[in-house]
């Protein structure tokens, strides 16, 4: 059985939130024509505590764009983002919501960033997604959302080293790009770790 995977189709992420990705919203009428081809649909949500340790906010004298040692794992700091409860954790208002049936919350522990929806950026906490599609029958996934170089990325590797199927829909991201070329990079990295991508009028 193949799945529906939304990463991070939340307000902040939008081109009018606290961490902007451009044209982040453009992905949302992606998601709203992909749901109803699938018969489970998951959806994760950034959702951090207002003292993340991934905050520029919470190291004195940093600021966005640097990167700290945050207890042994590099970490680039972002401007305070999807704070639990606050307008910008929320989906973006034009996500058919209804169609998601499971949301997955990552990034509240204060101590470590995690991009993917499957694992802590340091590799040791389980988020219970792997497990969760196991128990679903889920085999294959087809992954889209924000951003391309932060979440999609690290979700889409994890899935690859946990065995499933994994099909990037690529118009169905977009990226931060810190660095011009790291929405291209991500892409040739989650095709060398065994995911395909695709657009969106590929797969329909
Ligand atoms: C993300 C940076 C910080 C993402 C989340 O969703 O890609 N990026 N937190
Ligand atoms: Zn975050």
Not at 45 to 69: K, L, R
Request: glycine share 10%; aromatic share 8%.
């Amino acid at each position: 059985m193949r799945a529906l995977l939304l990463v991070d189709l939340q307000n902040d992420f939008m081109p009018f939130g606290a961490l902007p990705v451009a044209e982040g919203d453009a992905v949302v009428p992606v998601a709203n024509a992909l749901m109803g081809r699938f018969s489970l649909v998951v959806a994760t949500q950034d959702w951090h505590p207002v003292d993340h340790g991934s905050f520029a906010s919470s190291h004195p004298g940093a600021t966005a764009g640097d990167t700290v040692d945050l207890f042994g794992v590099e970490q680039v700091l972002w401007p305070d983002h999807c704070v639990q409860g606050m307008p910008g954790a929320s989906f973006h208002s034009a996500l058919d919501v209804g169609g998601v049936d499971h949301v997955i919350r990552k990034g509240t522990d204060p101590a470590v960033d995690s991009y993917s929806a499957f694992f802590d950026n340091d590799h040791r906490k389980d988020t219970g997604l792997a497990a969760f599609f196991e128990e679903r029958g889920a085999e294959d996934l087809v992954v889209m959302g924000l951003a391309t170089d932060y979440c999609v990325k690290a979700t889409v590797l994890d899935a690859c080293g946990l065995g499933f199927g994994v099909t990037v829909i690529t118009d169905g991201c977009r990226a931060v790009e810190l660095q011009e070329g790291d929405s291209e990079r991500a892409f040739a990295q989650m095709r060398s770790a065994g995911a395909h991508t695709i657009a969106l009028a590929d797969l329909i």
